[in-house]
C-alpha cells in the first residue's frame, strides 16, 4: 500500500548530491521530502524530477532554524505518517584562508554544515521509530587541508562529530546515526573554490582507480547506510583509495 512507503527527508534535496540521493530513494520506493534555500527555480525542476517517480514535497527551509525545521519535519509526517531517513546534505561556507575570515563567516558555515545535522535530529527524531537512520554528508576536508578549505572542513569534522554523539543519544532508541565522507566532486558547491581544477587533478592523479567521483557514488553509499541494521557512529569514506595513497 503507499500509506506503507518509507519516507526520507534530504535537505539541499534539489542539486548536486542531494537531488541525486532523492532520486535514487524515489526510484527504490521511498516518498520524499526535500529542502533548499536558494535558486527557486532550480528547486521546481527537482520537484517536478521527484514527483514524476513518487509522491514528493520540497520546502524552502533554512537548516539554521530550528523552528522551520521542525515544522517541516512535523508537516511530512502529518501528510505521511511515518518517517524512516533524514540526511543532511546542505552545505555553505566561505572560500578563503583562515586568515581572511571573520566570525560571521565561521558563524554561518559552522550553522550550516554543523548546526544544521543537530537541527535536523531534532526535528525529524520525535517521528522515527526503531531502525530509523539519521546521515550526515561531510568531505575530506575533515581530515586533510586544503587551499582555502579552513572553514568547511572544521565545519566538516565538527559534522563527524556531532554525528557521533548524536548516535550515542539516539540509540536507546534503535535510530542510527552515520555520515558519508566523500572526495571532490564537479558540483555547483566546488565551483565556488578558484582551485577547483586543481583539487579534482589532484583527486585523480592519486586515486588507485584514477576516476572522477560522482554524485551518484555519494548517493549509492547514503543508500547503504540507510540499509544497515548495525552499522553506526561511523563515517564510510567515499574517495576511490585516495587517502590510501602516500
Known amino acids: 500500500m503507499l500509506a506503507d512507503r518509507p519516507v526520507v527527508v534530504i535537505t539541499g534535496g534539489t542539486r548536486g548530491i542531494g537531488l541525486a ?14 529542502t ?3 535558486h527557486r ?23 539554521r532554524d530550528g523552528p522551520a525545521m521542525a515544522q517541516m519535519a512535523e508537516t511530512v509526517h502529518a501528510r505521511w505518517g511515518r518517517l524512516d531517513v533524514a540526511v543532511h546534505n546542505a552545505a555553505s561556507g566561505v572560500a578563503k584562508p583562515l586568515s581572511a575570515v571573520t566570525y560571521h563567516h565561521f558563524e554561518f558555515t559552522m550553522a550550516t554544515n ?19 537512520s539519521l546521515i550526515g554528508v561531510s568531505s575530506l576536508g575533515s581530515a586533510r587541508a586544503y587551499e582555502n578549505y ?18 550515542r543519544d ?22 565556488a573554490f578558484a582551485n577547483r581544477e586543481e583539487m579534482l587533478r589532484e583527486f585523480i592523479e592519486r ?16 543508500w547503504f547506510l540507510a540499509r544497515q541494521r548495525m552499522v553506526n557512529a561511523h563515517v564510510l569514506v567515499v574517495d576511490g583509495g585516495y587517502l590510501a595513497m602516500p
Not at 114 to 132: D, R, Y
Not at 150 to 166: D, I, N, Q
Not at 207 to 222: F, I, M, R, T, Y
Open 207 to 222: 586515486s588507485p582507480l584514477h576516476q572522477p567521483l560522482a554524485v551518484e557514488d555519494v548517493a549509492e553509499a547514503v
Open 114 to 132: 554543523a548546526w544544521g545535522l543537530i537541527a535536523l535530529a531534532q526535528a525529524t527524531g520525535p517521528w522515527m521509530k526503531e531502525g530509523g
Open 21 to 34: 540521493t532523492a532520486e535514487l530513494f524515489a526510484r527504490e520506493g521511498y516518498r520524499v521530502a526535500v
Open 150 to 167: 579552513g572553514l568547511v572542513g572544521s565545519s566538516k569534522a565538527a559534522l563527524e562529530s556531532v554525528a557521533r554523539h548524536l548516535a
Open 41 to 63: 527555480k532550480v528547486a521546481e525542476k527537482a520537484q517536478a524530477l521527484l514527483q514524476s517517480i513518487t509522491e514528493a514535497m520540497v520546502f524552502k527551509v533554512d537548516v
Open 36 to 38: 533548499y534555500v536558494r
Open 170 to 191: 539516539f540509540g536507546d532508541r534503535g535510530v542510527r546515526v552515520n555520515v558519508v565522507s566523500a572526495g571532490p566532486i564537479d558540483t555547483d558547491a566546488l565551483r
